[in-house]
C-alpha cells in the first residue's frame, strides 16, 4: 500500500507520453479544422442545416452545451474557428500548456456537440482525451514551456540569489501543491490507459459475439462495402487473399480481447506493432485515416519514459556516427599538455553546495518540477 502511494504522490510517470498524446491529438485537431476549412459553414456555420435552434434542442435533452451557438452572427462563427485552430496549434506546441489544455478541450467538445450527427468513433475518441489530458503535466516534456523552464534555469543558475528564510506555511503549501498536482496527473494518465483497454477489450468482445468474425468472413464484408473502399482495386485485391482474410479476421480479435490482459507483461511491445499494423490497414483499405491516427496515438500511453529517453539516445548516437562519417567532418583533438581534471566523484569528495536549481526551490523562487 504503501508503495502505491508513494508512485502516486511522490512520482510523475509517463511524462513524455502525456506528451506525445498532447502532441498527436493538437496536431490530429488541428489538420482536422484545417482540412474541414472550405466546408465549416455547411457544417458548423450559421449555412448548416442543422441550425444552432435545432442543436439547443438537443442539448436540453443530452446536456451537452457549445460556444458555437452563443451567436448566430457568422463573424461570431468565424471568430470561433480562428480560435479553434489557434489553440490547436498552441496546444500542441505546449505554449502555457494547463491553461490552453482546458481551452482545448472547450474546443472540441463544442464542435463536437454542434454537429454531434457527423461525427465518428475518432472524433469521440479526441474528445475524451482532450478532457482527460486537462488533468495531466502533459506539458513538461517536448514543449513551449519546458523549453522556457530550461532556459529560465540557465539564466538564474549564472547569478544564484542568496539564501532566504521562507515560513513553513510556505514551504508546506508548495509540498501539498507538488502531491496534489503529481497525483492528479498520474491518476489521469490511468484513465486514459483504462480507457483505451477498455476500447479495445469491448470492441473485441463485441466482435466474439459476432458469427462473421467466428467464421472468418467479417473482413471479407468490410472489404466489400462501397461506402469504406477508397481504393476498389486494392480491396479487391486483398479480398482475393481468402486465407489471409481469415487470419487477420482472427487474430483481430485475439488482439482486441488479450491486449488488456497482457498489457502488464512484455508482450506488450510485440503486441502494440501489431495493433499499429491493424490500424495502417484500417487507415488505407477502409478509407479512416483520422480514426487509425487516433488509436495509434492513443497506444502511446502505454509506452513508458525509458523507452523514449532510449530511442532518444539512440537517435543521438547514430546523428553522431553520420555526423562523424562524413567526408571532411573535423574529428576534436585530445590536448595533450594540459592534464584531465579529476571529477569530485573520483577524489571522494562530495559536491561544494547545492546547484542553482537547488537553492531556488529551497527559497521558493522557482516552481516545482
Same mark, same amino acid.
Given at each position: 500500500?504503501?508503495?502505491?502511494?508513494?508512485?502516486?504522490?511522490?512520482?510523475?510517470?509517463?511524462l513524455?507520453?502525456?506528451a506525445?498524446?498532447?502532441?498527436?491529438?493538437g496536431?490530429?485537431?488541428?489538420?482536422?479544422?484545417?482540412?474541414?476549412?472550405?466546408?465549416?459553414?455547411?457544417?458548423?456555420? !450559421?449555412?448548416? $442545416?442543422w441550425?444552432?435552434a435545432?442543436?439547443?434542442e438537443l442539448?436540453v435533452?443530452?446536456?451537452?452545451?457549445?460556444i458555437? *451557438?452563443?451567436? !448566430?452572427?457568422?463573424?461570431?462563427?468565424?471568430?470561433?474557428?480562428?480560435?479553434?485552430i489557434?489553440?490547436?496549434?498552441?496546444?500542441?506546441?505546449?505554449?502555457r500548456?494547463r491553461?490552453?489544455s482546458?481551452?482545448?478541450?472547450?474546443?472540441?467538445?463544442?464542435?463536437?456537440?454542434?454537429?454531434?450527427?457527423?461525427?465518428?468513433?475518432?472524433?469521440?475518441?479526441?474528445?475524451?482525451?482532450?478532457?482527460?489530458?486537462?488533468?495531466?503535466?502533459? @506539458?513538461?516534456?517536448?514543449?513551449?514551456?519546458?523549453?522556457?523552464r530550461?532556459?529560465?534555469?540557465s539564466?538564474?543558475?549564472?547569478?544564484?540569489?542568496?539564501?532566504t528564510?521562507?515560513?513553513?506555511?510556505?514551504l508546506q503549501? @508548495?509540498?501539498?501543491?507538488?502531491?496534489?498536482?503529481?497525483l492528479?496527473?498520474?491518476?489521469?494518465?490511468l484513465v486514459?490507459a483504462?480507457?483505451?483497454?477498455l476500447?479495445?477489450?469491448?470492441?473485441?468482445?463485441? +466482435?466474439?459475439?459476432?458469427?462473421?468474425?467466428?467464421d472468418?468472413?467479417?473482413?471479407h464484408?468490410?472489404l466489400n462495402l462501397?461506402?469504406?473502399?477508397?481504393? !476498389?482495386?486494392?480491396?479487391?485485391m486483398?479480398d482475393?487473399?481468402?486465407?489471409?482474410?481469415a487470419?487477420?479476421?482472427?487474430?483481430?480479435v485475439l488482439?482486441?480481447?488479450?491486449?488488456?490482459c497482457?498489457?502488464?507483461?512484455r508482450?506488450?511491445?510485440?503486441?502494440l506493432?501489431m495493433?499499429?499494423?491493424?490500424?495502417?490497414?484500417?487507415?488505407?483499405?477502409?478509407?479512416?485515416?483520422?480514426?487509425?491516427a487516433?488509436?495509434?496515438?492513443?497506444?502511446?500511453?502505454?509506452?513508458?519514459?525509458?523507452?523514449y *529517453?532510449?530511442?532518444a539516445r539512440?537517435?543521438?548516437? +547514430?546523428?553522431?556516427?553520420?555526423?562523424?562519417g562524413?567526408?571532411g567532418?573535423?574529428?576534436?583533438? +585530445?590536448?595533450?599538455?594540459?592534464?584531465?581534471? !579529476?571529477?569530485?566523484?573520483?577524489?571522494g569528495? +562530495?559536491?561544494?553546495?547545492?546547484?542553482?536549481?537547488?537553492?531556488?526551490?529551497?527559497?521558493?523562487?522557482? $516552481?516545482?518540477p
Open positions: 500500500m504503501r508503495s502505491c502511494r508513494v508512485a502516486l504522490t511522490e512520482q510523475v510517470g509517463y513524455y507520453a502525456a506525445v498524446l498532447r502532441i498527436g491529438y496536431f490530429l485537431y488541428l489538420v482536422f479544422l484545417l482540412r474541414e476549412f472550405p466546408h465549416r459553414d455547411e457544417i458548423w456555420g !450559421p449555412g448548416s $442545416p441550425t444552432p435545432l442543436a439547443n442539448f435533452q443530452t446536456g451537452w452545451s457549445s458555437l *451557438t452563443l451567436s !448566430p452572427g457568422r463573424l461570431y462563427f468565424e471568430t470561433c474557428y480562428t480560435l479553434g489557434v489553440t490547436s496549434l498552441l496546444f500542441m506546441l505546449g505554449w500548456a491553461a490552453v482546458v481551452a482545448f478541450a472547450v474546443i472540441v467538445a463544442s464542435f463536437h456537440a454542434r454537429t454531434i450527427f457527423m461525427t465518428d468513433g475518432g472524433d469521440n475518441l479526441i474528445l475524451l482525451m482532450s478532457l482527460y489530458l486537462c488533468l495531466t503535466a502533459c @506539458g513538461r516534456r517536448w514543449s513551449l514551456d519546458a523549453r522556457r530550461r532556459l529560465h534555469s539564466a538564474a543558475g549564472a547569478g544564484l540569489p542568496a539564501p528564510e521562507i515560513s513553513s506555511f510556505r503549501f @508548495g509540498t501539498t501543491r507538488r502531491y496534489l498536482v503529481t492528479i496527473h498520474n491518476c489521469g494518465m486514459i483504462a480507457q483505451v483497454c476500447l479495445y477489450g469491448a470492441a473485441g468482445l463485441y +466482435k466474439v459475439q459476432g458469427s462473421f468474425w467466428g472468418g468472413t467479417a473482413l464484408y468490410a462501397d461506402l469504406f473502399r477508397p481504393w !476498389p482495386a486494392l480491396s479487391q486483398v482475393r487473399q481468402t486465407i489471409f482474410i487470419v487477420a479476421g482472427y487474430l483481430t488482439l482486441q480481447v488479450a491486449f488488456p497482457l498489457l502488464f507483461s508482450l506488450k511491445y510485440a503486441l506493432p495493433l499499429l499494423g491493424m490500424h495502417v490497414g484500417i487507415a488505407v483499405l477502409m478509407g479512416l485515416p483520422y480514426f487509425s487516433a488509436m495509434i496515438v492513443a497506444d502511446a500511453v502505454f509506452l513508458p519514459d525509458r523507452f *529517453t532510449s530511442v539512440f537517435l543521438r548516437r +547514430k546523428g553522431g556516427r553520420e555526423a562523424d562524413r567526408p567532418a573535423a574529428t576534436p583533438a +585530445k590536448s595533450s599538455l594540459l592534464p584531465s581534471q !579529476p571529477r569530485s566523484a573520483d577524489m569528495q +562530495k559536491p561544494l553546495g547545492p546547484t542553482g536549481t537547488d537553492r531556488r526551490f529551497a527559497t521558493g523562487s522557482a $516552481p516545482p
